[in-house]
Structures are given as C-alpha cells and as structure tokens.
C-alpha cells in the first residue's frame, strides 16, 4: 500500500523506517506467495499492475475497516457529549420515554437533546435526527433497527361497560357494541386480531372517533365503549382493575418498540449510550411487562 501510494520503493521505505532491499523483498514474497505480478518497475518510478490493482483495493478497504474499528473502540470510551436530535412517538414518548431521557441527561449533562414527537415515520436521514424510537418499524435500507422490548396492542373496556353490554365472543359480535375508533391522517384504523393463524383486519366505526389515543383511554375507562390500545398505554389500568381485556384468544401478535437510526459504520457515544440504557430498562421489564404477550385461555 506504501509502495503503490508514494509510486516509490524508496519513499515506501523512508515512511516505514525500513530498507529499500527490505521493502523489495516483502513485496517479491507477496507477488510469489499470489502468484501475480502486482507492480510494473522501472529505474524511475513503480506502478500497479492491473491484478496489483484489485488486490490493491481489497487491500484498502480492509485496512479502512481496521481504522473503523480502532474508531468504535476508541468512541466506546469516550463520555456522551453534543447535541442529540430524537423523534418519539407521542404518547409512548410522554409516558415511559422521557422519564428515561431527563436521567440519561442528568447523567450525561455535556449532552444536550432537541425531541420532536410524531406518530409518523418521519425521514431520519432527511431531517437529521439521531434516533427514533418507534414501535414496529418501516423497511428501510438506510436505517439500523435495534428491538428494545416487546409490545402489543389490547382490546379491553372498563368492567362497567362489560355488565351492562355483556363481553364480545368474537371479532365479529364487536358489530353489537360500541366501539372507540381511532383515525389517523382522517382514516379509521382497523382493529387487528389473530384468527386461525392468519391476521384479520376488523373495521370499526363507533358513535366516537378520536385521533388521540390517550384521548381513547380515557373514554374507555369513562365506560363509553370497548378500545384497542398499545399496552403501554392501558397496562396501568389493567393491573388496577379499571379496564378489562377481552378477545384475548384471538389477540393480535405484537410489534416491539424498537430504536432506529441511520446506518453508520459506528454509533456516535450520544446516541449508543442512550439507546443501551433504555434497551438495560426495558429488556429485562418494560413498565407493560405483564400484558406484552396476550393471556391464552
């Protein structure tokens, strides 16, 4: 690499402190041990043959990844510093994410964050932000996905409603009830449910739509009709009693909350050491942990 760089035996031997004879030699060994030519001599100058210049080139990006990986280690050490841009879902990101946020930053205090929250997939790339927290995630080539713990959504209703409406049977006999829809972008979301082993998408349009999901919760716990809701959101008023879930046979399968990032040879220490502290809260027992995997009769 020396040699092919400085177009130069004598060069090469000057920057690595060693002979010119001893720069020939190991040159000589490697064209033999190849069994290819890799360099054109001349009393003036050296030049890469055309087999000199693959192996030249795979050469390069082997010791490039070299350098990336001294890099890696070398950032692992360094302390979280700088401006970090996150995008968070809204209600996940209230609830259980910003707590996490304000002591990473009470940690880490040469670190300074920008939060925007969305329930859209924004474009990291194009709007430059670091990370973002999502549950499920779009396919994307230009980003990493990191899962942090796993999710799903519940069908439930305050014990309330239940007594004077009786409990849904199945997806179908939820035509008989009221049902809490939820829109996003002026579109009413189907209910998702596991049915013989395949995914069924269940329309809904009760007397009540709302584009908030906390919005829905609340009427849910108000008595105003049965919801599906991310567990994240309802796991509290489960365990206390005030919501009930129901169709539990046949709930859907989950989508994790996962971190995504744009793809880069190594992560920047803001953003590794932010996204390993939630995943060392979350992996071992999410706030929702009990309710992320449906309960089979």
């Not at 000589?28 to 055309?50: F, I, K, W």
């Amino acid at each position: 690499m020396r040699v092919a760089d400085a177009q130069s035996f004598t060069a090469a031997a000057e920057k690595l402190g060693l002979s010119r004879s001893a720069i020939g030699k190991c040159i000589a060994r490697l064209e033999q041990n190849l069994g290819a030519r890799l360099m054109h001599r001349s009393t003036r100058s050296v030049s890469l043959s055309d087999d000199g210049r693959i192996f030249y080139d795979h050469a390069q990006r082997i010791l490039s990844e070299v350098d990336n990986a001294t890099d890696a280690m070398a950032s692992r050490k360094q302390a979280p510093r700088g401006r970090l841009r996150i995008d968070l879902p809204v209600s996940l990101g209230r609830l259980h994410l910003m707590p996490l946020l304000r002591d990473y930053l009470r940690r880490w205090p040469d670190v300074e964050a920008d939060v925007s929250f969305s329930d859209d997939y924004t474009d990291l790339v194009r709007d430059g932000i670091d990370v973002a927290i999502r549950i499920g995630g779009d396919v994307d080539s230009r980003l990493v996905r990191r899962v942090l713990a796993p999710h799903r959504l519940i069908t439930c209703a305050a014990p309330g409603y239940l007594a004077r409406h009786g409990v849904p049977a199945t997806p179908d006999a939820l035509s008989q009830h009221q049902t809490l829809a939820f829109t996003h972008v002026g579109q009413l979301v189907p209910w998702r449910f596991a049915v013989q082993g395949e995914e069924r998408h269940v329309p809904v349009a009760g007397r009540l739509r709302l584009g908030h999901t906390e919005a829905l919760r609340d009427a849910a716990l108000a008595g105003d009709g049965i919801a599906q809701l991310g567990a994240f959101l309802v796991a509290d008023d489960l365990r206390a009693g005030q919501l009930m879930p129901v169709l539990e046979a046949v709930a859907p399968t989950g989508s994790p909350v996962c971190a995504v990032y744009p793809h880069r040879r190594h992560l920047s220490p803001k953003v590794r050491m932010l996204i390993d502290e939630i995943a060392g809260v979350w992996n071992t027992a999410p706030p929702w942990g009990p309710y992320a995997q449906p309960s089979r009769p």
